[in-house]
C-alpha cells in the first residue's frame, strides 16, 4: 500500500508523535494552565473582598500570604502561577502558529455563526491580560508604579492607587478583558480536558461561566468602590 | 430568480486564482443550489466558456462529495443541509452569491470550487478502522450494545467526511471530523482493542496534515450537515488523555487498551 503512506506529508501514515507535539497535547497544557490559572483568580477576587472588613483585615490577611509555610508558600505559588502563565502562552503560540499556517489563503466572505465575540478575540484578551499583569505587579506588588506606596499597608496602597481614575479605567478595562477570556475560557477548557456529557453541559457552563461572573463583579467593585468613596 | 454569482475561478493547483462574476437571470426556486450552477454552466458553454468546475456525486446529501462555501458559509446558510440539497427558494430574487471553495491548506485547490480531500483519507488510513477478520456473521445478541451507545455512534458514523467543519473553523481544525470517526468506533464494542492507538495515530495524521487545532468555536457543528455533535471532540480528548497516560504500559507494538 504506498498510495496513502506516499503521500501523506512529514509523516509516515500509522505512526504516532509525542504529546507535546501534537495539537491536543498542546490543548491540555493550555487548558489545564488555564484552569490554574481560573482558580487562581477566584481565589485572588475572594481573598481581596476582605478589603471591606477594612484595614486591619486586609493587611492581616496580606501578612499571612506572605509568611505561611515560614514565608515559602507565596513563593511556591508564585512559581506554579508564573509556570502556568509560560506554559499558557507557548502553547498559545505554537497552536497560532499552525493555525496560520492550517488556513493561508482566506475567505473573501466569512460569515461567524456559532462562535462568539469571546471566542474570537482569545489572543487578544490574552496580550491585554499579560501587559495589564505586568503593570498590576509594578503597581501593588513592587510599588514601583505606585506613587504613593507603602509596603506592608495593602489597604492603603489599595485605596490611594484606585483613588487615582486613570488607574481605576485601566483596572476596569482589565476586568472587562477578563470578562471575555473566561467567558469563552472557562468552559473551553473543560472541553479540551474531555470534560462533556449531554447531562452535565448545562450544568457545565453555568457554573463556569457563573464563576467567571462572580469573578468579575467581584473585581469591578473594587475601584467602583473607591471612587464612589464607598471605601475610603 | 435572478442572482448574480461572484465565483472563485481557478484554472488549476498553481493557478493564483480570481473572482469571477456571472448574472444568472431565470433561476426556479425550486431548482437545488448545484442545479443552478448546471443551468450556469450550460449557458457557459453555449457561450464557448470554460464551466464552473464543481464537485457532486449522489445529490442525495449522502455522499459528502459536494461543498461549496455559499456568502461565508459552507453548504450556505441552511442548518443541516449539504449545497447539493439546498434549494434556491432559500434566496431573494436579486441576491448576490459569492462562491468559494473550501479552504484549508490540507484541502487544495484542484480546481475552481473542486478540492482535493484525500488529507481525510489518509487520517482514516492511518487508525480509523477494525483490524479484525471478518468472519461470518455472529448471533445479534452476543455483543450487548446499551442503546446510549449504539445511538452515539450511529450520530458519530453519520459523518459524511464532506469536509465543512473544516472549511467552517476559523483554524481549519479536522477534529470533528477526526473525533467522529474515533468516536464511532470508540463507542463500540468491535472498537476497544485498537482504541488507545487509533486515536493517537489519527491525531498524529491529522496534525502531519496541516489542520489546525481546536479552539470550541462551535462553527464545525453549526455547519455540519450531518450535525455531529462537538461532545465527539471532547471525547476524542479524554481518549487522548487517556491513550497517553496508558502509554508505555504495554508491550511496544501490542495494540489495545483497557476496556471501556
Known sequence: MPTATAMSKGRATGETESFLSATVGKKVVMAATGLILFGFVIGHMLGNLQLYMGAEALNAYALFLRTFLHGGGIWIARTVLLASVVLHIWAMTSLTLVNRRARAVGYRQWKPRES???????RWSGVFLLAFIIYHLL????????????PG????????????????????????????????????????????HPRYNRLRNVICVGLAALVVVGNLSFPVAVLTGLVR | MKLTLNVWR?????????FVTYQAPD???????????????????????????????????????CGVVINGSPHGPRRRTTSCQLHMRTFQDGDTLTLEPFRADAFPVVKDLIIDRSAFDRIIASGGFISATIGGAQDANSLPVP????????DAAACIGC????????????????????????LLPQGQPERMDRVRKMVAQMDAEGFGSCTN???CEAVCPKGIPLGNIARLNRDYLRATLSWGRRLPGAAGGGPG
Open chain 1, 116 to 122: 462568539t465575540y469571546a471566542s474570537r478575540t482569545m
Open chain 2, 10 to 18: 481557478q484554472k488549476d493547483a498553481r493557478d493564483p486564482g480570481r
Open chain 2, 163 to 186: 469536509g465543512a467543519c473544516v472549511a467552517a473553523c476559523p483554524n481549519a481544525s479536522a477534529m470533528l471530523f477526526t473525533a467522529a470517526k474515533v468516536s464511532q468506533l470508540g
Open chain 1, 139 to 150: 503597581h501593588f506588588t513592587t510599588g514601583d508604579a505606585h506613587p504613593d506606596f507603602i
Open chain 2, 217 to 219: 468555536h462551535g462553527e
Open chain 2, 27 to 65: 433561476i426556479s426556486p425550486e431548482m437545488s443550489f448545484l442545479e443552478m450552477l448546471d443551468v450556469v454552466n450550460e449557458r457557459l458553454i453555449a457561450k464557448g466558456e470554460e464551466p464552473i468546475a464543481f464537485d457532486h456525486d449522489c445529490r442525495e446529501g449522502i455522499c459528502g462529495q
Open chain 2, 147 to 154: 442503546k446510549e451507545n449504539a445511538d452515539l455512534a450511529m
Open chain 1, 153 to 196: 499597608d495593602v489597604y492603603h496602597n489599595v485605596v490611594s492607587g484606585f483613588q487615582v481614575v486613570p488607574v481605576s479605567i485601566v483596572y476596569i478595562l482589565a476586568t472587562l478583558c477578563l470578562a471575555l477570556h473566561l467567558f469563552h475560557g472557562s468552559w473551553s477548557m473543560l472541553q479540551t480536558l474531555g470534560l462533556n
